[in-house]
């Protein structure tokens, strides 16, 4: 007889549940980050990928992900409220950098960007705000590209999508595109 005892069927049956458990398979736009001891150590795919069942491993989307800034007011320099709204868009370039520095992406993505717009617009006075639309865009581009190459991200688009004023009324919207 083949299998003798039913030891050997339960040790078989561990070591093809074990095996099968260790196969998986990342897509095209997807990694796994290998730990050890609470570190990242490796990145493994696109493909059919072994891991070993003891080791830690993350999946990491590599596509384009898009956050929506909900309008938040802020001072300008004549302290007066201006509510600002926007998007952002970019994507994960070092799955390793990425998993080290940015655990919860979104958050620190959105609170990096409040902050930042409440300085800039500390500077600028009320009536300017609609017109300044575009350099604050443009700063806000180039401080957010260099902060996101230290996450292991790249930015891709930032647009500021709403503005009102609350002194009186006015509402300027700006073109996506």
Known sequence: MWLKTANEI???VALVSCLMSAIRIAGKQKRFVLFR???AIAVRGP???????????????????HLQLDAQSYKTQDNRDVRLAGTLSWRIVDPIKSVELLQTTFVTV?????KWLGLALCG??????????????????SSLRKEF?????ELISCRVADIQTAHDGVHAAV???
């Open 10 to 12: 339960l040790f078989y």
């Open 37 to 39: 001891t609470g570190r």
């Open 47 to 65: 493909g059919i990928v072994f891991l070993l069942p003891w080791r830690n491993a993350l999946g990491i989307d590599l596509r384009e992900k």
């Open 110 to 114: 959105e609170n990096f960007v409040t």
């Open 124 to 141: 600028i006075p009320s009536p300017n705000i609609a017109s300044k639309t575009g350099d604050l865009e443009d700063k806000l581009t």
């Open 149 to 153: 190459a230290e996450w292991g991200t």
């Open 175 to 177: 073109a996506q595109g």
